[in-house]
């Protein structure tokens, strides 16, 4: 079973995006593998990160989808901050969400919950 690791919060620091994980980890050995998926169940973004001897994913509900948006705005990877202060880049994000975005747009193969979530919050982005 792949670990899933939830983010709920972000916040903007010297003109950077940080997420934060949900719960006390303790020490968490992943390395960014710069792949975004869907979990269209969750109505989530799934972000894969290598754990060593297997992939785990980092999930991004609905809750954080504003942050999600700005990314894709300025085009800019975010962080990953961890407990202990340390934080790692998660690069490729923001090329692999927008992809996913302009492909999840009237796409009913992704259920019509989520595209209606992807369509709403990322309006501005898919009307450009």
Request: proline share 2%; glycine share 8%; aromatic share 14%.
């Amino acid at each position: 079973m792949r670990n899933v690791f939830i983010i709920d919060d972000f916040r903007f620091e010297d003109g950077d995006l940080y997420f934060s994980l949900n719960e006390s980890h303790g020490e968490i050995q992943i390395q960014p593998a710069g792949q975004v998926l869907t979990d269209s169940d969750s109505i989530a973004f799934i972000y894969v990160v290598d754990e060593g001897n297997e992939y785990g994913y980092l999930q991004f509900p609905k809750k954080v989808w504003s942050a999600l948006v700005m990314i894709l705005k300025t085009k800019m990877d975010p962080l990953l901050r961890f407990n202990n202060g340390e934080s790692i880049l998660l690069h490729n994000f923001a090329n692999e969400l927008e992809m996913l975005v302009f492909n999840i747009q009237g796409n009913g193969n992704y259920g019509e919950a989520f595209v209606q979530a992807v369509e709403e919050t990322f309006k501005e982005i898919l009307e450009q």
